[in-house]
């Protein structure tokens, strides 16, 4: 009760984990009540063995979308296809969603699936239809040991509000630190099995292999809870991959090459370099940019929903709307610069710098959405994107300017300040679990078959091209130089997307479940 006034309705679960024996019914009654796919789940039964022989207990854990009261996953949908109702259930519409996954990096409880078939995300929708004819979910109804409670938390006379009540104190929510305002309460639960990556991960589970969605080896300096083995649990894919690895490098470039372009004269560019390179360079890359974040969405031929439905709140939308701005601007640039009015182009070289900046600084801030993902969320990122695009502007242009050692010595500059702040990600303190394991797994993150991009990064894409760089600067090389600037160029670009693929493979790979 607020002011007089009962405070607007929340629903929620309380799970008496003094009661559930784990037998799935609440699973199998999800997925049948809700169509949902095999191997994805709305609700699943997380299973925990602690201690050693013959002293072992198995505990249970049914985990869930915990409907919050501030709901990263509702900010962070471009398309409104995710929203809070006036009861406190956050329902999605299937039918609006563009498979961008942005929903699934934003949740930190991992409630959140891709139906493959339909290409749209899916989650607990707390049975709304069920609710909206006075009947309780299909997960409360089928439970033989009456251990799910479901009501309006708000509503003090409702069974779940009088016993988050009574037991005040003992019940435990997931990940209270994101400050989402988790709605599921666990009474009698073993702690553990709420804190993720606490307990090993064997590679057999109870009845199965554990699901290949993330091979990479627990680093061995995270700590384990000792004797503390999950030995079921539902498989969670790493969602974002390649393309957006890839995308952080070629914004980047555009970003660059804009931002470079009014300072190409102290740079020593010359004609083409100083005339056309930079802006041709920038709507280039920029195109790329658009059609990595398009082919990256699970329902790609729905992108124009950016447009038609916006959700404002998103960094996912005010990310289109700065790259929309940045490209007019660098193409009434070049047409400027085309039909002979040069003073407008140089002009307007100075609106396409500092939307150059937005443009390499405002995945930090779609990054902060994501709050699922704590290492993304560090503050050394919005730095380390300005410092990136320097880095591929200055490689993107080295090859067109005539050998600048300006521009030589700029993306020397440049990788080393990204060198720093890469190793600086890895070693500085983190304020959560989930960061400090994600940066645990950056040494170790994989591509492919690359086993430590991360590693080669750092070699491959920093210390050979600051060599090939210092080489070129030695009198006798002078006429290989361009050569060696070109190469240090592109082993510079490669080295970035090497780390840009562990930096976000890294994020989604502790669990959240």
Same mark, same amino acid.
């Given at each position: ?6 405070? =607007? ?25 809700? !169509? ?17 022989? #013959? ?39 299937? !039918? ?7 929903? +699934? ?44 409670? &479901?009501? !309006?938390?708000? %509503? ?41 990556? %606490? ?12 699901? =290949?969605?993330?091979?990479?080896? /627990? #680093? &061995? ?18 969602? /974002?991959? /390649?393309?957006? &690895? ?23 560019? %010359? ?29 790609? +031929?729905? @992108? ?60 930090? @801030? ?79 993150? %994989? ?31 002078? =006429?290989?130089?361009?050569?060696? @600037? ?23 790979? =502790?669990?959240?479940?």
């Amino acid at each position: 009760m607020m002011g007089g006034r009962r405070a =607007p309705m929340q629903y929620g679960f309380l799970i008496d984990h003094r009661r559930c024996i784990g037998c799935h019914a609440c699973t199998v009654a999800c997925k049948s009540e809700n !169509d949902v796919p095999i191997a994805s789940f709305r609700t699943w039964v997380k299973y925990q063995e602690k201690g050693r022989f #013959p002293a072992v207990k198995r505990h249970f854990a049914v985990l869930r979308c915990n409907h919050c009261t501030k709901a990263p996953c509702v900010t962070i949908c471009p398309v409104n296809a995710l929203s809070k109702r006036k009861d406190g259930i956050v329902d999605l519409d299937r !039918d609006a969603c563009i498979g961008c996954r942005a929903c +699934m990096q934003g949740c930190p409880y991992d409630a959140i699936y891709l139906n493959e078939d339909t290409g749209a995300a899916e989650k607990c929708h707390f049975c709304a239809h069920r609710v909206e004819k006075g009947l309780e979910p299909a997960c409360v109804v089928v439970c033989p040991e009456g251990a799910i409670i &479901a009501g !309006d938390l708000h %509503e003090p006379s409702s069974r779940i509000a009088q016993m988050v009540d009574e037991f005040q104190g003992e019940t435990l929510q997931r990940r209270t630190e994101q400050g989402t305002g988790p709605n599921v309460h666990y009474l009698g639960i073993e702690p553990t099995l709420l804190k993720p990556g %606490e307990a090993s991960r064997p590679d057999t589970y109870l009845w199965s292999d554990r699901p =290949p969605h993330k091979l990479e080896r /627990w #680093p &061995a300096d995270l700590p384990l809870a000792p004797d503390t083995r999950t030995v079921l649990d539902a498989g969670h894919k790493v969602e /974002w991959g /390649w393309h957006v &690895a890839a995308y952080l490098v070629t914004k980047g470039i555009a970003a660059g090459a804009a931002i470079l372009a009014p300072i190409g004269a102290y740079l020593g560019l %010359e004609g083409f370099a100083a005339d056309w390179a930079p802006e041709i360079l920038a709507l280039v890359f920029l195109v790329a940019t658009l059609v990595l974040l398009v082919h990256d969405l699970a329902r790609p +031929m729905l @992108f124009f929903r950016l447009l038609t439905r916006p959700n404002t709140k998103s960094w996912l939308v005010k990310g289109g709307w700065i790259l929309g701005a940045f490209g007019a601007t660098v193409t009434a640039s070049l047409g400027a610069r085309w039909f002979g009015f040069d003073a407008v182009a140089d002009g307007l070289r100075w609106v396409n710098a500092a939307l150059g900046l937005a443009v390499a600084g405002y995945t930090a @801030f779609l990054f902060k959405q994501c709050e699922g993902r704590d290492l993304w969320q560090g503050n050394l990122v919005l730095p380390h994107l300005i410092v990136q695009a320097l880095l591929c502007g200055s490689a993107a242009l080295l090859p067109f300017s005539n050998a600048s050692r300006e521009v030589a010595v700029l993306l020397a500059g440049s990788l080393v300040v990204h060198s720093a702040l890469m190793l600086l990600e890895l070693r500085q303190k983190h304020s959560t679990d989930n960061a400090r394991q994600a940066a645990a797994f950056l040494p170790v993150a %994989e591509l492919g078959a690359i086993k430590r991009p991360f590693a080669l990064a750092n070699i491959l894409g920093v210390a050979v091209p600051a060599l090939l760089i210092a080489l070129a600067s030695m009198e006798a090389l002078t =006429p290989g130089v361009p050569y060696l @600037f070109a190469l240090a160029a592109l082993l510079g670009l490669a080295g970035l997307y090497l780390y840009e693929s562990a930096f976000v493979r890294a994020g989604q790979l =502790p669990p959240l479940s």
